[in-house]
T-cell receptor, first 109, second 111 residues
């Protein structure tokens, strides 16, 4: 079967750094994506890792270790607007995304 | 701006009354997806079109059907909505197997 695990919720303060981990078990792995979803909104793409290593996009970075079936999303200089749900998603053969259950991030002042 | 558009944003239907949700895109992407997302859960893929080829997920109920009359439009038909079908329905598009762009979603209420 296929499964992804990520923490259900994380709390951090403005200006801090937070890391959201994701472990997965899947067949036909092509890459790991991260999506942000604000309450009532649509998921928006943040990053994609197909190869091992770190991808940096502004305040957000994502890491993948294929041998460990593990990845994380790193958010730096947290802002209140970063409060949202963050989903990791495995892309398997055929381009399908299998989403994790999401991590609700609360940023406090 | 190129985008994915879903209409309506909110839809109320009666138990058992057929309903159609629509999605259009100006991105000229060849792949279109329909997801169902229930409260506090992950989006769940229902089916997708790769060009004109329809790909149904094994666990998608027969109650859900889809049509893609052209590249830009895709429809989700729920033949006999039940109370358990109340959810947010998300349309997404991609170029081949690349990054998926999501529309704002249609929130379906079944009374």
């Amino acid at each position: 079967g296929q499964s992804l695990e990520q923490p259900s919720e994380v709390t951090a303060v403005e200006g801090a750094i937070v890391q959201i981990n994701c472990t997965y078990q899947t067949s036909g792995f092509y890459g790991l994506s991260w999506y942000q979803q604000h309450d009532g909104g649509a998921p928006t793409f943040l990053s994609y890792n197909a190869l091992d290593g770190l991808e940096e996009t502004g305040r957000f970075s994502s890491f993948l270790s294929r041998s460990d079936s593990y990845g994380y999303l790193l958010l730096q200089e947290l802002q209140m607007k970063d409060s949202a749900s963050y989903f990791c998603a495995v892309q398997n053969q055929g381009g399908k995304l299998i989403f994790g259950q999401g991590t609700e991030l609360s940023v406090k002042p | 701006d190129a985008m994915v558009i879903q209409n309506p944003r909110y839809q109320v239907t009666q138990f058992g009354k057929p309903v159609t949700l629509s999605c259009s895109q100006t991105l000229n992407h060849n792949v279109m997806y329909w997801y169902q997302q229930k409260s506090s859960q992950a989006p769940k893929l229902l089916f997708h079109y790769y060009d004109k080829d329809f790909n149904n997920e094994a666990d998608t109920p027969d109650n859900f059907q889809s049509r893609r009359p052209n590249t830009s439009f895709c429809f989700l038909d729920i033949r006999s909505p039940g109370l358990g079908d109340a959810a947010m329905y998300l349309c997404a598009t991609s170029r081949d197997l690349g990054e998926q762009y999501f529309g704002p979603g249609t929130r379906l209420t079944v009374t």
